[in-house]
């Protein structure tokens, strides 16, 4: 599950998935991971509560206009990219 997210990381910036979809998919494989380690929660909700609200301001009616940040963007999903590929180079249980 984990890899998968790696996939549509990238399946997004080839611009073959949308951001709100892209949110909902990465947390969706979180949750089905069955990873429950307190270190590997925190670590991704950490990174995966930018992109959502990054998400939120390019895509919500109450957003301020221009208030989307490119290099918060990218940063939100290099920052997931790098825990995904690592997390899932490791012998992590999941569930």
């Known amino acids: 599950m984990i890899k998968q997210m790696v996939e549509r990381i990238d399946l997004y910036r080839e611009g ?3 951001l709100p979809k892209l949110v909902a998919d990465l947390r ?3 949750d089905a991971s ?3 380690g307190w270190a590997e929660s925190d670590a991704f ?3 995966w509560v930018d992109l959502d609200s990054e998400s ?3 895509t ?3 957003a301020p206009p221009d208030s989307a940040d ?3 963007l990218a940063a939100a999903l290099d920052g997931l990219r790098a825990w995904a590929t690592t997390t ?3 012998d992590v249980p999941q569930g």
């Open 88 to 90: 899932a180079s490791k």
């Open 56 to 58: 939120d301001i390019r």
């Open 70 to 72: 490119d290099a918060r």
């Open 45 to 47: 909700y950490d990174l």
């Open 60 to 62: 919500e009616t109450w």
């Open 34 to 36: 069955g990873l429950r």
């Open 28 to 30: 969706g494989l979180f």
């Open 16 to 18: 073959g998935l949308s």
